[in-house]
């Protein structure tokens, strides 16, 4: 079993940037396929971002391509998104998640896919 602690949420302007992280706790880090996801209020948990275990294949949704960038550091067990031109519809709970099935195998995109889950950060972007 693996936990996953998110960090680094807050409230930020349109525009603005923020760096999330996850550590991880009870398993190493490296096992897993890393993924970020979002939710927001009244709206389903949608893919964000997700990475393979050893950081050298990415895949990001169309939303947020060019915007946000995924990262591990496998040696601190941390996976981390950093947010830049952030806008109002980024505004969500943001949730890390891991996915034993390694990068290429499966849907990494799909939520059902990924076992362990963090409690979630809040991301609120004022206009």
């Known amino acids: 079993q693996v936990q996953l602690v998110e960090s680094g949420g807050g409230l930020v302007q349109a525009g603005g940037s923020l760096r999330l992280s996850c550590a991880a706790s009870?398993?190493?880090?490296?096992?897993?396929?890393m993924g970020w996801f979002r939710q927001a209020p009244g709206k389903e948990r949608e893919f964000v971002a997700v990475i393979s275990r050893s950081g050298g294949s990415t895949t990001y949704a169309d939303s947020v391509k060019g915007r946000f960038t995924i990262s591990r550091d496998n040696a601190k067990d941390t996976v981390y998104l950093q947010m830049n031109s952030l806008k109002p519809e980024d505004t969500a709970v943001y949730y890390c998640?891991?996915?034993?099935?390694?990068?290429?195998?499966?849907?990494?995109?799909?939520?059902?896919?990924?076992?362990?889950w963090g409690q979630g950060t809040q991301v609120t972007v004022s206009s």
């Open positions: 009870g398993r190493t880090l490296s096992e897993f396929t």
């Open positions: 998640a891991s996915r034993s099935r390694s990068y290429y195998s499966g849907n990494r995109y799909g939520a059902n896919e990924y076992s362990y």
